[in-house]
């Protein structure tokens, strides 16, 4: 929606502030899609699923905890594995 021109707005100014609002709508929705993934993500994480309010760089930095676990977990079972071949 564009806003109402002034009576001394040139096209040049129109354009500009067709370009803001355009602008701020594609903004809007990109952080209502990383907002989504940030979601999707603490449902993955067994620390932070059951909480409600929790802040996105808790929730970032859990699954950096969880993944690092993982990892060793992963490097645990592939030594356990080399070891008992």
């Known amino acids: 929606m564009l806003p109402q021109a002034a009576p001394n707005t040139t096209p040049a100014d129109l354009r500009e502030q067709a370009r803001k609002v355009s602008h701020s709508a594609i903004e809007k929705r990109r952080r209502e899609r990383i907002n989504d993934k940030i979601i999707q993500l603490k449902e993955l994480i067994p620390s932070c699923a059951a909480q409600e309010n929790i802040h996105k760089m808790s929730i970032l930095q859990s699954a950096i905890d969880y993944i690092t676990y993982l990892k060793d977990i ?3 079972l592939e ?3 080399e070891t008992s071949s």
């Open 74 to 76: 992963v490097k645990s």
């Open 79 to 81: 030594d356990d594995s």
